[in-house]
């Protein structure tokens, strides 16, 4: 009982965080566009990745699309810290995406704790 409190806990975290960022940036958000354009990101490119954050946020709350919802976020996520990164910008902009990172690896975790450590021992034999 107290894992599904704790992952409904966060996944309510990461669904207002992430749906708040993606609304933003489907509204156009003027502060929320400033920052995409110090990382050389277009408008339009933006705006998709808004619509990907909140149709994935959605689906993240469905038990059969929430796998793959959830590891498209954090695809976001990762993508988004290292753009950051590669931008040459100051590192405490990446910060709330590397919250983000923490929570939805998290999450994945709890989600399927089986298939993750599936994953880790296919690697050690790498």
């Known amino acids: 009982m107290t894992k599904k409190r704790i992952f409904y ?8 965080q992430m749906t708040a960022v993606g609304v933003l940036k489907l ?4 502060q929320l566009y400033q920052q ?5 990101i277009s408008h339009s490119f933006g705006f998709i990745i808004g619509m990907i954050e909140v149709v ?3 689906g993240s ?5 929430r796998g793959v919802a959830l590891l498209t976020l954090l695809f976001l ?4 810290i290292a753009v950051n990164f590669g931008a040459n910008v100051e590192i405490t ?3 709330p995406a590397m919250v983000s990172f923490g929570l939805l690896t998290t999450l994945l975790y709890l989600n399927n704790k089986n298939s993750v450590m ?3 021992r296919q690697t050690e034999s790498v």
């Open 93 to 95: 902009k990446a910060i």
């Open 118 to 120: 599936t994953i880790l």
């Open 61 to 65: 709350w469905f038990k059969k699309t």
């Open 36 to 40: 995409l354009d110090e990382l050389h």
């Open 56 to 58: 994935c946020v959605a």
């Open 9 to 16: 806990g966060l996944l309510i975290l990461v669904s207002i």
């Open 77 to 80: 996520v990762i993508s988004a």
């Open 27 to 30: 509204i156009g958000f003027p």
